[in-house]
């Protein structure tokens, strides 16, 4: 008898699209077959896609924005808006604020998440202040506990590192096997032509576009290929916008490197012109890299296609709109600098990629799982828990339905922001029931009593990192 079995459906992995009905007992999957018997619980998935529950590595919630900036989603919305989006995992990022210790740092953001999450969640480290203490024995210590991925910035004034302290951060992932994650734009050029705009009184929220051009990503992503070659350590490109930067990370995997490319909703579906709306509307969208414009879209997909990118990530970072602590505060109203920076998109993310990627015949179905779940799940030290369906592995399924057609409006959506950058946009292909370590957490679209029983997962290291000790599996 098992708890559960998912029937009828087709089950799609990184690698294969087979019919198949799936058993599940404690949590985890069982059995994979036909004619699997009895069970408490069964869900019909006759038409359907059985999909691995979406995994969605670049994720911001609840962090610290400063000035008087509110984040427009708590660990409750922000996990519930990925549910709904087909997610059963992310990876939130926990953002160490200068002469702040990391434990601290940690501490917290547990202390945010605990209770509150209707996905599992594992968090990224956001590394801001390499002090002696840091990179000698928390960050060791922390990746030894199973934090075992972090991020750094080139840009952002309160957040951006210098080469050197950028080298020291990938050193400790040299010794312990953890993955650097960068940020990519040069923050030196970005000051230099927002002086310019300035004394051009250009303020409006298209200059933040123009004021970070594809030259200032471009050159921060040779140099942090670079500087992870000369410390020797794979390192992940974030939110990669454009075909000239895709091109960095090309020559260096022919140079031997290990280089992981992400992209992002954003840089298919939007462009700077999106940035030049009427009354500050351009406001909304935003996001760092700036969107750009129809030939690096065209290139984003190639990249997708060609395997330039192993993951395809929301960098789902919400602020409302019309709000003294969004978008439009009292000095973000006046100025693009103030504008805080991000967009929400973690709801969106596997059907804008499933819609216009599956659909339109530019990616097949085991590559947009790949993207989506399977390369998360491996680039993170997630695999084989979480990624795939194979016996042994969480129960973690999203239920697809390739034909359902509906039209982006945020007014149904479940996140805590006041727009959707894709208001609008048709897309076909929709979640219709997630299951997530093995509970029906949404049935037909409605949310269950108990879905808010999220775990947080400690990860192992990622399965592209260097030094391969054994950490514990969560
Ligand atoms: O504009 C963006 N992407 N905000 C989120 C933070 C980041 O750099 O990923
Ligand atoms: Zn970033
Ligand atoms: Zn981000
Ligand atoms: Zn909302």
């Not at 059963?88 to 953001?109: H, M, V």
């Not at 050193?171 to 300035?198: F, K, P, Q, S, W």
């Not at 140079?255 to 579906?269: D, F, N």
């Not at 679209?445 to 108990?450: A, N, Y």
Request: glycine share 10%.
């Amino acid at each position: 008898m098992f708890d559960l079995i998912i029937r009828g459906g087709t089950v799609a992995t990184a690698s294969d699209v087979y019919a198949a009905d799936i058993g599940i007992e404690g949590g985890v999957i069982v059995q994979i077959g036909r004619d699997l018997g009895e069970a408490k619980e069964v869900v019909d998935a006759s038409g359907q896609y059985v999909l691995p529950g979406g995994i969605d590595s670049h994720v911001h919630i609840a962090q610290p924005s400063g000035e008087g900036i509110v984040m427009a989603d708590d660990f409750e919305t922000g996990t519930r808006s990925a549910l709904f989006g087909g997610n059963t995992t992310i990876l939130p990022f926990c953002l160490q604020e200068k002469g702040q210790s990391l434990r601290e740092a940690l501490k917290d953001y547990h202390a945010l998440a605990e209770g509150n999450c209707y996905t599992d969640v594992s968090f990224h480290l956001i590394v801001s202040d390499p002090t002696p203490s840091v990179l000698g024995q928390e960050l060791p210590a922390l990746v030894e506990a199973g934090y075992t991925s972090f991020k750094v910035f080139m840009t952002y004034e309160a957040l951006r590192l210098s080469d050197a302290q950028i080298l020291d951060t990938m050193d400790v992932a040299r010794r312990t096997g953890a993955l650097v994650m960068v940020h990519c734009e040069n923050e030196d050029a970005i000051r230099y032509l927002v002086g310019r705009h300035e004394a051009e009184g250009e303020l409006a929220p298209k200059s933040h576009a123009s004021t970070r051009p594809i030259a200032v990503e471009r050159e921060a992503t040779h140099r942090a290929v670079s500087l992870a070659e000369v410390a020797d350590v794979p390192l992940v490109i974030v939110h990669v916008s454009n075909g000239e930067a895709m091109e960095e990370i090309e020559r260096a995997r022919r140079r031997g490197r290990k280089v992981i490319g992400e992209t992002c909703p954003q840089y298919l579906m939007l462009t700077a012109d999106d940035l030049d709306g009427m009354d500050w509307e351009g406001a909304k969208f935003v996001c760092s890299p700036p969107p750009r414009d129809k030939a690096s879209q065209d290139a984003c997909w190639d990249g997708l296609e060609r395997g330039v990118f192993d993951l395809f990530s929301s960098d789902h970072c919400p602020f409302r709109y019309d709000d003294p602590q969004g978008k439009l505060n009292p000095k973000g109203a006046k100025h693009f600098r103030h504008i805080p920076n991000g967009i929400p998109g973690v709801e969106l993310r596997l059907p804008i990629l499933f819609s216009e990627g599956v659909k339109k015949g530019r990616i097949d179905l085991p590559r947009f799982v790949a993207l989506t779940s399977t390369n998360q799940a491996r680039t993170y030290g997630l695999y084989p828990r979480k990624g795939t369906i194979a016996i042994g592995s969480d129960a973690d399924l999203t239920i697809w339905d390739p034909n359902l057609t509906r039209t982006v409006a945020h007014a149904d959506m479940h996140d805590g922001a006041d727009y959707s950058p894709y208001e609008g946009l048709e897309l076909t292909g929709w979640p219709v029931t997630v299951v997530r370590n093995g509970s029906v957490v949404i049935e037909n679209g409605k949310l269950s009593d108990t879905a808010r029983t999220g775990r947080y997962l400690s990860r192992k290291r990622s399965s592209f990192a260097s030094t391969a000790g054994p950490l514990p599996v969560a």
